[in-house]
């Protein structure tokens, strides 16, 4: 591997490393994916030779986080299959949604015996980005004060991202605190698809399907929602069109 994308495997050093699970969400639909998601789930759609899902739990190994929960709905049997025949690290523990989508609110919170009494990291199956000068799960990690926060947001710009076209979701104060886009309005961050998580916010959440948005707004009402800015090039892989534009930007950071 000489791209940078998937670069740095078994370097990083963590010298106080809090988070020891990490949620990866798996289990959507990929409806804006299709056709491609007709006959996979989306986490098993390839990008630069490599199914999302293996780009993102790369980077939790990369970061040191010995143990992923991994979540299951649509079609299910193929991604249980891949992710027993990739093995590890990290070591994945399945949790299965056959039965019902539960969004991604929902989908950790049916999580949570598993994950543990700890913060844990959440982090989208497609997510993926270019490393700036040093991997940014681990920089999320050394970032995240349990004293102060309740969620810290890994953020990327929403001018400068790949694939992205939107009008952001958050606005970030000089301590780094976020507020959310008001309406008509245009704000500089997108939520890159990462972020660390106290258990306690889901307390007093439904059962059944609800978005990680809703934690994130309690977060905020309590002036505990935070963000860090993604050092290197996120890319937002959500249509098939979208891929060729992120493998032309891996391409050209391996160059």
């Known amino acids: 591997m000489t791209d940078k994308a ?13 988070i020891s699970t990490a949620m990866v969400l798996a289990a959507g639909m990929g409806t804006r994916m299709r056709p491609l998601t007709d006959t996979r789930p989306k986490p098993l759609v390839e990008v630069y030779g490599r199914p999302l899902i293996d780009h ?9 986080i010995p143990q992923a929960v991994v979540n299951l ?23 299965d949604e056959r039965g019902q989508l539960l969004e ?17 990291l959440a982090i989208n199956s497609d997510t993926i980005w270019i490393e700036g000068m040093r991997p ?19 953020l990327a710009s929403a001018a400068h991202s790949i694939g992205y076209d939107g009008m952001g979701d958050f606005q970030m104060d000089k301590l780094g605190r976020l507020t959310r886009r008001a309406e008509r309005t245009v704000v500089p961050f997108v939520y890159a698809g990462a972020a660390i998580l106290k ?41 098939p069109d979208a891929i060729a534009l992120a493998e032309e930007a891996i391409q050209r950071s391996s160059d």
Request: aromatic share 6%; net charge negative; hydrophobic share 40%.
């Open 136 to 154: 940014n799960l681990v920089r999320l990690m050394e970032h995240f004060d349990p004293e102060r926060m309740d969620a810290l947001l890994l």
């Open 199 to 239: 258990p306690e916010l889901f307390e007093g959440t439904p059962d059944g399907a609800f978005s990680l948005n809703r934690i994130f707004d309690k977060a905020a009402e309590a002036e505990r929602l935070f963000g860090l800015r993604l050092d290197g090039i996120w890319m937002h892989v959500g249509t």
């Open 6 to 18: 998937q670069a740095g495997h078994s370097t990083a050093q963590i010298s106080d490393n809090r």
């Open 73 to 95: 709905h649509h079609h299910a049997d193929m991604l249980e299959a891949h992710l027993k025949a990739r093995g590890g690290p990290p070591q994945i523990v399945l949790s």
């Open 56 to 64: 993102v739990l790369g980077r939790v190994a990369d970061a040191g």
């Open 104 to 120: 991604t609110g929902g989908g950790v919170r049916k999580a949570l015996p598993l994950l543990g009494p700890d913060p844990f």
